[in-house]
DNA sequence: CTGAAAGCGCTTACAG
DNA sequence: CTGAAAGCGCTTACAG
């Protein structure tokens, strides 16, 4: 190609080399070499290190990372594989692992799937292809031929917000069927009897657990329960005007997570039916700004910046531990009560 | 160390590399190297190509993407800042820079700044360590040492949403003058009078620019202005106090951006002023789900996911243009009216 | 404590 | 059309 310019070539000049610095300082780039990184300074005469330091910084020198990757086969940088990022639920998520990996030198290489597998899988291979240490993946499916794959060639790979039914495999999640728990007890004291689940896609971990725990904590008693298609908006209206069609006289609805519940309000409202004067709606993981929306969204919040916290945590020992043990990290799950639940109509 | 895995050693031994493949098909690396590259693969012969790609393909091959960035000095990879993540304006942006860049090979890096300047300088440093082709920025200052220093040393970099003031520096941005004119040109029509602006921080060129833009519009009558600190909640709130203490009967608020608008919110809320009956309230930027608080925000929405798309397209002509042409994308804005705003008390 | 050498996995002039 | 060689910028046993 004619005329590409790159990073390094400016017209001051190209980058200085550690091979720069070293002769700046006069001494061979393997003394530079040590003298540079914090865990071989020792190795070095304290004088001549300070000589070498100096030297780097009226240089300007920047290490390159691609090289020293190149001869440590370690790149540090991770690869995070989210569905769409603009999905409420991922940034504070996403900032989680990057807060942790940051602290420890690693980067993220942040990739959008859209629930695409295909797309998954091409994203899956630029990562591969740079040379990411391991993967914090969020858009595991409870049978992910790709995720197998992968830990089957003995990638480093946790999962965080759901999990893949893959034994060993580490996870973050939160506490799914306590939270689930809460929110029906929470119903139930408000008087409700007539319960219905807006569940997420069986095919996801939180969808299941969720599922589970509703049919555990609601009884054989009345459990209305429709699926969603995803965790979206749109796909949480279609879900509610079948519920209401085939279960007109719920009185209150748990969703599968938020957007789910928005989708629902919408169709209440389209229905003219009021929150929460005529159904209740709890929502799952209290998403930014469900405190200002109409009406103020019950629902359960699960740590979400913290579990990516985790999440990084789990992998960065995967990657460093000798004997690294392969541990599931629940975090409590809370339900905050506001303006979308309230007693059934008939109790008022 | 001792005990580190890196991705490559799995239990089924090291990645196969170009040389593996070479030796598979029988040729040279360099052989296999023009073959697997499609801009060089014409100057192999077909049945050859077709040799080292069914190897390649046999063997599972994944190019070394650092290796060649090594050799080419360049890492198709760019650098993406922004001040903070879980700030719902920038996912959309960000998301459009990766969908953009990914068409073309290249990856972004995304790191936080947190709107501190010491962190910046530390990101844009591993930035570099990483080698990055270039970089998008989204916390531009109107003044901004460091993207002077980067810029003056020829590095490649486009700003998106907000501009520095240095010459000959691309940036994609919203029409905010013209927003900020639809925005007062509703009100006016309304019947408001009494306007005010929360303003931005004015060291940012959005501030700056919707100001100069509220001022204009608002003519010289009764421009009541007062600067909130940061684009948060929290400052926009306090902002609103001081503004209602000093210019009570304000009828209307033009806030500086959407979490600005949602502090205002808070504050009316707590002094019992109701919204939009008493005070009416416009954001901008149209936040995602601005639509479903309460009340539903009047707000000018600018295309954010494309203002990704034009500034990822604007740094890739930069580094691969001989002669590239700097030039400012401005991207329409639109007043999207809902219900947070009404006539004034006084005519009602 | 420091240096010389090899090599990580590629690409690309240069020959043939 | 293909090969042999050099080199991108580092790190790390191995000598001394």
Do not use: W
Not at 115 to 136: K, P, T, Y
Not at 327 to 333: E, F
Request: charged share 20%; glycine share 8%.
């Amino acid at each position: 190609m004619i005329g590409v310019r790159a990073y390094g070539d400016t017209m001051a000049g190209r980058r200085p080399t550690l091979d720069d610095v070293a002769r700046a300082a006069g001494v061979h780039k393997a003394t530079a070499s040590r003298a540079l990184n914090p865990e071989t300074r020792n190795q070095v005469k304290f004088e001549t290190a300070h000589r070498i330091t100096v030297a780097a910084r009226r240089l300007g020198y920047v290490p390159n990372t691609l090289a020293r990757g190149l001869r440590t086969s370690r790149s540090t940088a991770v690869g995070v594989l989210v569905p769409d990022l603009t999905n409420p639920l991922f940034p504070p998520i996403v900032r989680g692992i990057q807060d942790r990996l940051d602290s420890h030198g690693y980067t993220a290489l942040l990739v959008n799937t859209d629930n695409d597998e295909e797309r998954e899988r091409a994203q899956f291979a630029e990562l591969a292809a740079r040379r990411v240490d391991g993967f914090i993946v969020a858009t595991a499916r409870r049978d992910h031929p790709l995720l197998a794959e992968a830990v089957g060639r003995g990638t480093a790979l946790v999962t965080v917000n759901r999990t893949v039914e893959l034994p060993g495999t580490p996870a973050v999640v939160g506490d799914d069927a306590d939270g689930v728990a809460q929110a029906v007890a929470h119903l139930r004291g408000l008087g409700h009897t007539r319960i219905a689940h807006l569940a997420g896609p069986q095919s996801v971990s939180t969808g299941a657990v969720r599922l589970r725990a509703f049919r555990q904590a609601a009884g054989r008693a009345r459990d209305a329960v429709v699926e969603c298609a995803a965790y979206t908006e749109q796909a949480g209206r279609a879900g509610a005007r079948r519920l209401l069609l085939a279960h007109p006289s719920t009185t209150a609805v748990l969703a599968g997570n938020d957007l789910i519940a928005l989708g629902a309000l919408a169709e209440l409202a389209a229905q003219g039916r009021s929150c929460p004067d005529d159904i209740s709606v709890v929502g799952f993981n209290d998403m930014p700004f469900a405190d200002r929306f109409r009406p103020p969204l019950t629902t359960v919040r699960v740590p979400h910046h913290e579990m990516g916290v985790q999440a990084a945590e789990l992998l960065l020992e995967l990657l460093t531990r000798p004997q690294p043990v392969a541990r599931t990290v629940v975090l409590p799950a809370r339900l905050v009560v506001r303006g979308s639940t309230a007693p059934p109509p008939a109790s008022r």
